[in-house]
């Protein structure tokens, strides 16, 4: 099911497209008059009288006993073996059989790759049009940007409209950088056709902005202001959204406030990156003096108060979107259930559950997967199984989900059982389900079987251990007192250990009374993080119980003079409402009535 965002940018690069076939073929008809010679229309109805394309081998022989060879003659046999864009070609091209199935039955490149060789064979590819439309499909969403540039590269002559389409294609890929170097080959070219013009700098824009160069975007900026396109709508809309979403947010409010006319695409582009870089009230004034709102700009207030950790917010914005009956989409669905989960609210969860479930989104991997995640962190780990299980398709991310959810609730041995099943699927283990599994490993005690998989990962599947997985191995190792095992295995790692690692020896020696090595873990990890107090904490605890009062209270006192502990944060839900509390806080409405009744259980919280 499509989002309304990806909607309305389709629509917008389905605008840019139109645009761009109807000057593409303008400039393409005046190079063709520049380029050649007007040949005779008897000879071009002679040739192209038959309902699809001649062979190439009746067109030779009678170019060859033909009464003038010349360039006019050669005009229409190539127009023959590679038709041409002229008018009453272009008509025969765009009637031809393979690109008519192109445009209508072609819906995999498996079949473009069929119809491409056809075309290939006939010669019909080398005419610009038909090349074009080969191009379009493979850079779609559903296309293969390989395969889009591999067709590029082999065009002859490619059009404006060609260029155009690969640098598009690339700006919203996962490699962005290619569409910019293809707009400077663009501009190195010698080809006045094939110039940039309007169309062309959004594309380049949003590459700008996926790869976070606002140099440069800055860059390019500049080049469209001297040319004199900065009104232009499509353009500005990109420029906005470039300096947004690489956090130059005054450079795209000075854009924003010079332009005339603000579209909904324009105060989108505001929200967004004034969410993502934690200007959150100030997005949401944004968002409340917007004269028309789309359901991309609520899913977008929605997706930043969840990101900036404001989820009781975020939930009551989705029961205002209800109250105005605004259609939802899945990273609606996504970011509420992502709220849910870290609130621990699982009758919120339940509710967007059965919401989603009224609306059609359960079919949705990623929605499925976030449904999953919300009842492990939920501790319902039943509905998390319930829903893996009735799940018809099931993506590598939802096995993951269970995986690691079924370890941290409790369910180590259902966890390992998910994980072979996962072997034995169509899908292979990644980086992230070893982790789930080594977690298992982990609260079970299992460690012969967490060496086994430790080994498995980097000799069957290939997958180089990151610092997460060392890390789970150094916990393993604690566990079962291998504490030596341990820390030759942090000093063997091929990258470096951080803070967090040799926390976890800390705490292995701290649980086993070895203090030698805890200095040693201790050191590493002050050093590393020297504001976090957990290191010196661990420290003092082990020397005090090895009896070394002095040095404890050496490490308390280091600690309270190098550290500012930041204060914890929980909530609970209670009657479908989510109360949140922070250690030693008086804000919560009920504050008295709470201290009231613990200083009547003669419990005394400590601040």
Known sequence: MKSKKNEEEEEEEEEEEEEEEKLDFRNHENRKEEEEEPFIIQYLIYFTDSVSIPKPCSVLPTYDIGPHKHKAMASVCYCVLAPSSSPSISKFISDHPCLTMLQNHCST????????????????VLDPIAASKVLTFCA??????????????????????????????????????LAVSIFIDMLCSDDDYVQPQSLTYPSVFKAFAQLGDVHGGAQLHGRVVKLGLEDDEFICNTIIYMYANSGLLREARRVFDKKVELDVVAWNSMIMGLAKYGEIDESRRMFDAMPERTPVTWNSMISGYVRNGKLMEALELFREMQEE???TSEFTMVSLLNACAHLGALEHGKWVHNYIKKSGFEFNLIVTTAIIDMYCKCGSIENAIEVFDASSTRGLSSWNSIIIGLAMNGQERE???YFSKLKCS????????????LTACKYLGATDRAKDYFAQMMNEYEIEPSIKHYTCMVEVLGQAALLEEAEELIRDMPIEPDA??????????????????????????CK????DASGYVLMSNVQAASKQFEEAIEHRLLMKRLTEKEPGCSSIELDGEVHEFLAGGRLHPKTQEIYYLLNDSSFTPED
Request: net charge positive.
């Open 426 to 437: 169509s899908l292979k283990p990644d980086s992230v389900s070893f982790i789930g599994v």
């Open 528 to 531: 590393l993080n020297p504001s």
């Open 500 to 525: 967090i690692i040799w926390g976890s020896l800390l705490s292995s020696c701290a649980k086993h009374g070895n203090v030698e090595m805890a200095k040693r873990a201790a050191e590493r990890v």
């Open 140 to 177: 779609s969403p559903h296309g293969d940007t390989n395969y889009a540039h591999m067709v590029f590269t082999r065009m002859p002559k490619p059009t404006l409209y060609s260029w155009n389409t690969i640098i598009r294609c690339f700006s919203r890929s996962s490699t962005p950088h």
């Open 415 to 417: 966890a390992i059982q």
């Open 109 to 124: 490149m498996k079949d473009l790759k069929k119809l491409h060789a056809h075309m290939i064979k006939t010669g019909l």
């Open 325 to 327: 009956d605004v259609e």
